[in-house]
T-cell receptor, first 118, second 113 residues
Framework: AQKVTQAQTEISVVEKEDVTLDCVYE???????LFWYKQPPSGELVFLIR??????QNEISGRYSWNFQKSTSSFNFTITASQVVDSAVYFC???????????????FGKGTHLIIQP | EAGVAQSPRYKIIEKRQSVAFWCNPI?????LYWYQQILGQGPKLLIQ????????DSQLPKDRFSAERLKGVDSTLKIQPAKLEDSAVYLC???????????FGPGTRLTVT
C-alpha cells in the first residue's frame, strides 16, 4: 500500500525567510512518480512538479527547489526568500504507473499549511 | 487552453437526498479522476476512468456513490442517498495519455445537513 507522510501540519515564517516542507513516502513499486501541488485559499489544486523514481536529480525553478532522495524515501520542497503569495496548503503526492501506460490515481499526504507573514 | 470544468460549485442538501456533480476534462485528456477532499485532509481518489472504462474504483463507496463517463469525455458523480459524512469538496482531475501530472478543476463543495 502507498502512503505519504507530511509531518508538518502548519509552518509560519516571516517573509523573505527560507522554508522547507518535508515529505516521506512509502511504496512497494519500483517505478513511481512524486508530485507537489499547491492549494491556495481559492481551493484549486495547482500542479508544481513531477519527479520520476529513476531520476534523482534535484530541481530548481526560480525560488522553488526540490530534493529527491530515494535512500530515505523523501521528496522535500524548499522555498527560498518566501513571499506572502506563497501562503497556501502544499500537498505531496505519489502515484504508480498502471498497465494502461498512464498514471494511477494520486495518494496525497495530509498537507502542510504554510503561512508567510509580512 | 481551457481547464477542467466542474459544476455546480456549491451544493447544500439534506441527508438522504441525492446529488450529482458534473465534470468536463481538458480537451484530449483520456484519463479522468474523481477525488473527495474532506476539510483538513488531502484528496482521496474515488474513481479513475481511462476513456469510458473504469480503471480503479476500489475506494468508491458503491452502496451510495456511482460514476459514469459516457462517450469518454464528460463525467458525472452521483451520491444517493447522502450522509452527513459526505460533506466535502469533490474534485475532478484529468491527464493526457503518457503525461503523468493531473490537472484539477475548482471542485464542488457539498454540505449535507
Amino acid at each position: 500500500a502507498q502512503k505519504v507522510t507530511q509531518a508538518q501540519t502548519e509552518i509560519s515564517v516571516v517573509e523573505k525567510e527560507d522554508v522547507t516542507l518535508d515529505c516521506v513516502y512509502e511504496t512497494r513499486d519500483t517505478t513511481y512518480y512524486l508530485f507537489w501541488y499547491k492549494q491556495p485559499p481559492s481551493g484549486e489544486l495547482v500542479f508544481l512538479i513531477r519527479r520520476n523514481s529513476f531520476d534523482e536529480q534535484n530541481e530548481i525553478s526560480g525560488r522553488y527547489s526540490w530534493n529527491f532522495q530515494k535512500s530515505t524515501s523523501s521528496f522535500n520542497f524548499t522555498i527560498t526568500a518566501s513571499q506572502v503569495v506563497d501562503s497556501a496548503v502544499y500537498f505531496c503526492a505519489l502515484s504508480d504507473m498502471y498497465s494502461g501506460g498512464g498514471a494511477d490515481g494520486l495518494t496525497f499526504g495530509k498537507g502542510t499549511h504554510l503561512i508567510i507573514q509580512p | 487552453e481551457a481547464g477542467v470544468a466542474q459544476s455546480p460549485r456549491y451544493k447544500i442538501i439534506e441527508k438522504r437526498q441525492s446529488v450529482a456533480f458534473w465534470c468536463n476534462p481538458i480537451s484530449g485528456h483520456a484519463t479522468l479522476y474523481w477525488y473527495q477532499q474532506i476539510l483538513g485532509q488531502g484528496p482521496k481518489l474515488l474513481i479513475q476512468f481511462q476513456n469510458n472504462g473504469v480503471v480503479d474504483d476500489s475506494q468508491l463507496p458503491k452502496d451510495r456513490f456511482s460514476a459514469e463517463r459516457l462517450k469518454g469525455v464528460d463525467s458525472t458523480l452521483k451520491i444517493q442517498p447522502a450522509k452527513l459524512e459526505d460533506s466535502a469538496v469533490y474534485l475532478c482531475a484529468s491527464s493526457f495519455p503518457g503525461i503523468y501530472e493531473q490537472y484539477f478543476g475548482p471542485g464542488t463543495r457539498l454540505t449535507v445537513t
